[in-house]
């Protein structure tokens, strides 16, 4: 004798609306966290993403652009360019305000400066131009090391800028 011989084949399948509603809201509640995920990675706060750069754009002078990372992680590296207008020569200084200095270290500054100065309102740098070709920039490397919001003023000759910078823990 069989052993399924006496049981049903027949599946009696109930619809549970608690369950249906409950499943409803989860499947709602992930698509809302994966669409999140989506805008954030765009954003750039998971990384490097398109929207996490900044480009201020000047009309005239020997400063053409500043770019740089709006969002940064902290104690990771990120690079401030500031670029050249073509054929600028001369001398052309950069101050960094000391809001910022008090919350990134300058791990690098290419080209290398003629001078550094130091003082209560921030670090100037005095670079030494000889006829910029097209495309030209001077590069700071900079590594934040606390968290929060930077606001700060560069100033790119006699032009300042205010600068805002988020750095994620």
């Known amino acids: 004798m069989d052993a399924r011989s006496g049981t049903s084949t027949d599946l009696d399948l109930d619809v549970n609306e608690a369950f249906d509603r409950r499943w409803r809201i989860s ?3 992930i698509i809302l966290l994966l669409c999140t995920l989506c805008f954030a990675g765009l954003a750039g ?24 990372e709006r969002i940064v992680r902290n104690h990771g590296s990120s690079w401030m ?9 001369g001398t052309i200084t950069v101050h960094l305000d000391r809001r910022m200095i008090h919350s990134v270290a300058i791990e690098n500054v290419v080209p290398t400066p003629l001078s550094e100065n ?13 006829n910029a070709e097209e495309g030209a920039s001077l590069n700071l490397k900079t590594s934040p090391y606390r968290f929060g919001v930077i606001e700060t003023t560069l100033s790119a000759g006699n032009r300042p800028v205010n ?5 994620l823990p």
């Not at 360019?81 to 020569?89: E, M, Q, V």
């Not at 130091?118 to 000889?130: E, K, L, M, P, Q």
């Not at 600068?163 to 750095?167: N, Y």
């Open 163 to 167: 600068l805002v910078q988020v750095v």
């Open 81 to 89: 360019r500031l670029g050249l207008a073509a054929g600028t020569s």
């Open 118 to 130: 130091v003082s209560d309102r921030g670090v100037t740098y005095v670079f030494n131009v000889a």
């Open 27 to 29: 499947e709602c509640a």
């Open 45 to 68: 706060l998971l990384g490097s993403g398109p929207m996490s750069h900044a480009f201020v754009h000047f009309q005239s002078g020997t400063i053409t652009d500043i770019r740089y």
